[in-house]
């Protein structure tokens, strides 16, 4: 099965679960998955459309995913799709 790791400042909304298997075999299956068992990140997550927040990326194993497409990318057993706050410079 895939995992889903999430920054520290969501375990609170998993148990404190940093890093957990999920089921699926797209992003948005994974993610879908996610929120069946944590209901609360569905909200820290995605918008009503169900787009990942602009203020979050997402990367596959060590590879950044991109926003178009995201919910179809394909994850395999054994990945690990990764959610960071984006980091802002100035």
Same mark, same amino acid.
């Not at 394909?74 to 990764?82: E, F, I, K």
């Not at 706050?85 to 100035?90: F, L, Q, R, S, T």
């Given at each position: 099965?895939?995992?889903?790791?999430?920054?520290?400042?969501?375990?609170?909304?998993?148990?404190?679960? +940093?890093?957990?298997?999920?089921?699926?075999?797209?992003? *948005?299956?994974?993610?879908?998955? +996610?929120?069946?068992?944590?209901?609360?990140?569905?909200?820290?997550?995605?918008?009503? +459309?169900?787009?990942?927040?602009?203020?979050?990326?997402?990367?596959?194993?060590?590879?950044?995913?991109?926003?178009?497409?995201?919910?179809e990318a394909?994850? +395999?057993?054994?990945?690990?799709?990764?959610i960071i706050?984006?980091? *802002?410079? *100035?």
């Open positions: 099965m895939p995992s889903l790791r999430l920054p520290d400042v969501l375990r609170r909304y998993t148990g404190g679960e +940093a890093c957990f298997e999920v089921g699926g075999g797209t992003v *948005g299956e994974a993610l879908a998955d +996610a929120f069946g068992t944590y209901p609360e990140l569905r909200i820290r997550l995605v918008d009503e +459309a169900g787009r990942l927040h602009s203020y979050l990326v997402a990367f596959l194993n060590e590879t950044e995913l991109g926003r178009n497409g995201l919910q394909a994850l +395999a057993p054994g990945d690990t799709l990764t706050e984006a980091i *802002g410079g *100035g």
